[in-house]
């Protein structure tokens, strides 16, 4: 069960020194730069592997062969190694990614954006089982509609947004003004089809998902809990 969908565009940084790149050079020559480098990532599995794998994939670079994935967890833990050069480079949203800027640790090496497959895709959604719903009809659409009013709240005044997610989310707080724009959420919380099945497409590339289970992308949610 589908409620809700933000977009966030997953950015590479890179310590400058460590790879010799530039914002000012082709996006396919920024990525094949990138070979042999070790990548931080949440976790295997993780929208940070999938995005990632699906990013050098479009230069043909494969994850072990050309460069080394290494789980970190979360964006401070990522942070931290990327300042250390212990990683050469991380998946970060934009948040976090203007945070690096901000504290001078790396440079941009791609967004989300340049990709098609990232920039269509859903990557944040709620879950629930079809029996679980079945039996809670009004608690899963009462969770659904708290995350409809949030989303149409950012997208409609986000000035009045903006202390809510500064109080929630303090190690960001200096940048969430700036960056706010860059996340995708979803009026009323809903989706298209579209937005899944280009994030099936991304998962089936990283083997996440069968052909079948890309067929069926059309049909795996539905928005008739919501307000």
Known sequence: MFFSNMRTFYIPYIKSRAHNITASEPLSQRLRSLKGAKIGITG?????DLALQHMFSTV???TVSDYDEVALGSEVSRLTALSHDEIQATMFDP???ALTT???????AAEGTGFPMLAKSAFTQTFTTASFAKSNPSV????AASIAEANNLILSNPGRALPYLQAKFKTYK????AVLPGYAFTKDAKMSA???NTLAQVLAAGGQLSAQGVAKANTAFTDRYLP
């Open 44 to 48: 295997k599995g993780s929208i940070t």
């Open 194 to 196: 579209a937005n899944w």
């Open 174 to 177: 200096s940048v969430l003004s």
């Open 95 to 97: 948040a976090a990614a």
């Open 140 to 143: 899963v659409r009462e969770v």
């Open 60 to 62: 043909g670079l494969k």
């Open 102 to 108: 901000q504290r001078g640790v790396g440079l941009l």
